[in-house]
């Protein structure tokens, strides 16, 4: 039995993996559901990691096992926190990403970003950011960036010179 996989990379979807049987006296294929099939190729869908075993037997009895395990498989989206501020022009957001097989990147207005300390040139007071793991699957997290400017509370620094020492010598 010849099992191989159509996809070996971190994926979010169901992989195939194809099954060939080379025995010239093929009977039947019994497959890891229990289902059994009169074809010596075969495609099997899964739709999660695990050991699939396929079990062929030829018209004389003889049996064959093949079997191969799958990793690849995950449907699971990351988690993510964030915080940051805004002042003088630029913002700064600081994100807490985790997930199962690893964050891949973090998209802020349709600009990929790989590191999860992002600075922005313009002063924004709240954000959406999506989180994407190695395997396709997102996360939207909203943050509120705080306002780091320095408040102008309307007294102005220069001081007037309306001393009134006016005095009367009479």
Not at 76 to 97: D, L, M, R, V, W
Not at 116 to 125: D, W
């Amino acid at each position: 039995i010849t099992l191989s996989l159509d996809n070996t990379n971190y994926t979010n979807k169901d992989i195939n993996i194809e099954v060939y049987v080379s025995d010239n006296y093929f009977d039947y294929l019994v497959l890891p559901d229990g289902n059994k099939i009169n074809n010596r190729s075969y495609t099997y869908t899964v739709s999660s990691n695990g050991e699939y075993k396929f079990t062929s037997y030829n018209k004389n009895g003889k049996e064959s096992t093949g079997s191969i395990n799958i990793s690849n498989i995950d449907k699971e989206k990351p988690q993510g926190t964030c915080y940051g501020s805004h002042a003088n022009s630029k913002s700064n957001i600081n994100i807490k990403a985790s997930d199962n097989i690893g964050i891949s990147r973090y998209v802020i207005d349709s600009i990929s970003y790989t590191s999860s300390t992002i600075t922005l040139n313009k002063e924004i007071s709240k954000v959406s950011i999506t989180i994407y793991d190695k395997a396709g699957n997102t996360n939207t997290i909203s943050c509120n960036l705080e306002d780091k400017n320095i408040q102008n509370n309307g007294s102005s620094n220069s001081s007037s010179n309306s001393n009134s020492n006016s005095s009367s010598n009479s």
